[in-house]
């Protein structure tokens, strides 16, 4: 018979805080599917595998569910009987559903007119109060976070710590799923949760396998020297925002103390690679995945290194001014030795096309910037020969299909229209 899911809390009950493993409101969310997409690997060639974490298979159609399961199991356990959260619109969908499921009243700030019908119909149908702002993403996130500070209402964004605990687990399912911890995690950011939350998730795993070890040393990739994580933008950010993010590489060659711990060894490891070490004694272990964060062009305050006032993207889901956890992700970035970069909204419809045509896997706009983002550095020579390659779609396609029914033009894409009758259909088919 099988196994049945019992949700994210309960299944990873051990690496998670007591306060969240006890009186669990669940839909089940986890144990999403990990995809190869063969087709992917072959375009950037060179050995690699790639895998696909499909987040929008969970129970509302996103990510947001790992993280709303411990944020209202949390809430219900301190006595809170309303929740209150920002939306582009899968938290608000999220959020809803939860609440509904612990007989809370959920209230969603949205930004008017700027999210997915989808998402919006999901809020409504599960009863939340939708109020839509006059503003952005950004405006609705500094109300949500002044009615928790003023209001009996608990803030469920992912400022809200449980919202890490929650979504940690997609990287622990990760390693479980593939057996070995990838060697790069390719990850789509907006307000920057949930690159900070996989980041946690890799590192917990690796030190929950590794306890005993004093120096862990993660293989980074052959041209991480060269990543964004070191441009003067981002430096400059990190030092804007008060962020001291120490990195520290040598070469491999050079590291006659290193030891590889890691559940990868040798796969990347080579006498191009870049070696970081870091001690356990300063408090940081590190994991052999390196977070590969990327934003969209028109929203890309981490990447650019300063606030936009006006995000722009048709990824409504990252059209993100100024991320809550922006200093979080800069360190998730740095301590990886990974890279944050940006990608256009035509190379980010290209990859939801390429996604859906050749691993039959519907993902929202958002989601592809993560494919698009990966392509973009094979072609800029950063992956690596050989690497295993993961990549998050934190979203369902169905939530927001607008796009996929146009060409790369703009042009409607529609159904042909045939009389009922055989052989004109079966002409019209090619048949
Ligand atoms: C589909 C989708 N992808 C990516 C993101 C970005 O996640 P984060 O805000 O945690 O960076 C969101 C956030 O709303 C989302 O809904």
Redesign the pocket.
């Known amino acids: 018979m099988a196994k049945l899911w019992r949700g994210v809390l309960t299944e990873y009950a051990d690496l998670l805080p007591a306060n969240l493993t006890h009186n669990i409101v669940t839909l089940q969310e986890g144990g999403t599917p990990l995809i190869e997409a063969r087709a992917i690997a072959e375009q950037i060639g060179n050995g690699v595998s790639v895998w696909l974490k499909f ?1 929008g298979a969970n129970p509302t159609g ?3 569910d790992r993280g709303m399961t411990a944020a209202i199991t949390d809430a219900k356990n301190a006595g809170s009987q309303a929740v209150v959260c920002a ?5 608000s969908a999220s959020a809803a559903a939860y609440s509904a499921q612990a007989g809370l009243t959920c209230s969603v700030l949205v930004p008017q007119g700027k999210i997915a019908m989808g ?1 919006l119909a999901q809020a409504i149908a599960h009863n939340a109060k939708v109020i839509q702002i006059d503003g952005n993403f950004d405006d609705c996130l500094v109300l949500a976070r002044k009615l928790a500070e003023n209001y009996l209402v608990t803030l469920v964004n ?1 400022i809200n710590p449980a919202r890490m605990q929650g ?1 940690k687990t997609a990287a622990f399912e990760i390693v479980d799923q593939l057996g070995r911890f990838p060697d790069i995690h390719c ?11 996989y980041w946690m998730g890799f590192q917990e795993y690796c030190r929950k396998t590794h306890l005993d070890t004093d120096t862990v040393v993660t293989t980074g990739t052959a041209t991480a020297a060269d990543a964004p994580s070191k441009s003067p933008a981002l430096v400059g950010y990190l030092n804007g925002r008060g962020v001291g993010v120490t990195i520290s590489r040598t070469n491999a060659s050079d590291s006659d103390t290193a030891t590889d711990h890691t559940a990868n060894a040798g796969s990347t490891a080579n006498d191009t690679s870049v070696v970081t070490e870091i001690h356990s004694a300063t408090g940081t272990v590190a994991a052999p995945t390196a977070m590969w ?1 990327f934003q969209a062009e028109g929203a890309a305050p981490l990447v650019d290194g300063y606030i936009f006032e006006h995000p722009e993207t048709i ?1 409504s ?2 059209r ?1 001014g100024n ?3 922006a200093e979080d ?1 800069l360190a998730a970035v740095s301590e990886s030795q990974g890279l944050l970069d940006k990608v256009s909204d035509t190379e980010i419809l290209a990859a939801q096309k390429l996604i859906s045509n050749t691993t039959g896997v519907f ?2 706009p ?2 592809a ?1 993560s494919i698009a983002g990966l392509l973009k550095s094979a072609k800029k020579g950063l992956v690596p020969a050989n690497a295993t390659i993961t990549a ?1 779609l ?2 369902h396609g169905l ?1 927001d299909p607008s796009f996929a029914l146009q060409d790369s033009t703009g042009a409607a894409l529609k159904p042909i229209e045939a009389p009922n009758y055989l052989t004109r259909v079966a002409t019209l088919l090619g048949l």
């Open positions: 987040e996103s990510f947001k939306s582009t619109g899968n938290t998402k992912s979504q990850i789509p950011v907006g307000n920057a949760g949930n690159i900070t939350a964060g990824a889901a990252i993100i991320p809550a956890r992700a993902c929202e958002a989601s910037a998050t934190t979203g939530k």
